[in-house]
């Protein structure tokens, strides 16, 4: 899987946008780039993936460079709600020989200012 | 529908006892899967299933079973417990591969 880069902590006031930015600068052509986050004392939570095209559902939007080299998630009306920590990553549909494990870095972790 | 399903939420166990983490989905998911997650770190997988009867190692598999007997339920045995296996353990399941991953909300396991 390539590797990705996030900034460790970033902060957003609350009905902001949170806009956060990941490096994959050693992405394949088949590899997607899925958002999960965590919230505190719970299991990471699926927000969205994309491979070349902008994504969009109820939770977020998902901003990929035409280079594919870097994405943003984007959350577009943030609440105290939404501190978590944020983790992206970036994977080809299937690993192969069954193997479908997420590898989880350390994230981004967003606080939300009221 | 509940999703994933884990128990106990919490345990503490003595060094050298034994304990078997259940999980289960009720979203007719093939894939199952076990992580671990030490603290101020990111998650590790343990072991993974495709399917009922199938189950295979992930990257931290030692110290650690599991067993797949129907779709719905994945558990995580661990045999001799020792301190180092102090964390937290989710478990997720996915319709496919490729597809998002439902976890659980986490077994946090203490080894004293």
Redesign the interface.
Known sequence: DAKTTQPPSMDCAEGRAANLPCNHSTISGNE?V?WYRQIH??????II?GLKNNETNEMASLIITEDRKSSTLILPHATLRDTAVY?CIVR????GG??????????THLIIQP | NAGVTQTPKFRILKIGQSMTLQCTQDMNHNYMYWYRQDPGMGLKLIYYSVGAGITDKGEVPNGYNVSRSTTEDFPLRLELAAPSQTSVYFCASSFRVGQPQHFGDGTRLSIL
Not at chain 1, 98 to 107: E, I, M, P, V
């Open positions: 997607y899925y004392s719970q299991g990471p939570q699926y993936h983790y080809p549909p299937s690993s069954g193997a479908d494990g997420l590898t989880f870095g350390k994230g």
